[in-house]
């Protein structure tokens, strides 16, 4: 809804939320690879061959390319403090990548597992989601909307006031939920598959509404 001119007018106002549970259908994983070594370009180069190998791994699991996406690379200098000389001194070169899967539930065990042994070695997450949340999103948008312009009523209805609008409606951004983070072991080190428990993911919607308040 457009917002419509309004100057020196008297108003009211209301944010209203709601959270729609849902059946989640996928699962992000975000699976990061560190090396280091004494110079850049060699930190580089086994940090991108390893990588290599873990998406290669990723793949085999029946993933395909475009639900793989790089979400950091960095290259740092790595240093120490030496004691004689009261200084920092330069060691190393430190190079991280890490890319996110999106993966079917069913296959995020092996996604995870097959991406550690091929070289994951960094503490990483994983957040459940819904592939298509267009229909719970629509729903809690409803019952953002409706609550917000509730309250506008009952705070109305409380000062004796009769109401113009609404004026406009906004529907705000919500930020998603940061992945859960984990250390990772391989799974032929723990002996089984990591478990999982993808319990109901929470889609959360926040609308702000404004009315005028009438003269009188």
Do not use: C
Not at 1 to 8: A, D, K, L, S
Not at 156 to 171: F, H, I, N, Q, Y
């Amino acid at each position: 809804m457009q917002p419509r001119e309004f100057v020196n007018t008297k108003k009211i106002e209301a944010i209203g939320n709601s959270v729609v549970r849902a059946e989640p259908d996928a699962a992000v994983l975000r699976l990061g690879v560190t090396t280091q070594a004494e110079e850049p370009a060699e930190a580089v180069q086994e940090n991108a061959d390893r990588m290599a190998k873990v998406i290669a791994a990723v793949k085999k699991q029946k993933i395909p390319e475009s639900a793989i996406q790089t979400a950091e690379l960095q290259l740092e200098s790595v240093t120490k403090w030496d004691e004689d000389a009261q200084t920092e001194i330069l060691v190393g070169y430190r190079a991280t990548n890490v890319i996110t899967v999106t993966t079917p539930i069913d296959r995020a065990v092996a996604v995870y597992d097959s991406s550690v042994a091929a070289g994951v070695n960094t503490a990483s997450g994983l957040r459940y989601v819904v592939d298509d949340d267009k229909k719970y999103r629509r729903e809690g948008l409803a019952q953002a909307t409706k609550m917000a312009i509730d309250e506008i009523h009952t705070v109305a209805k409380a000062l004796g006031t009769k109401l113009d609008g609404p004026l406009m409606a906004e529907v705000m951004e919500v930020v998603p939920p940061p992945l859960i983070e984990y250390q990772f072991a391989a799974a032929d080190k723990i002996g089984a598959a990591t478990p999982i428990i993808p319990g109901r993911v929470e889609i959360t919607s926040r609308v702000r509404v404004i009315y005028e308040i009438k003269a009188t």
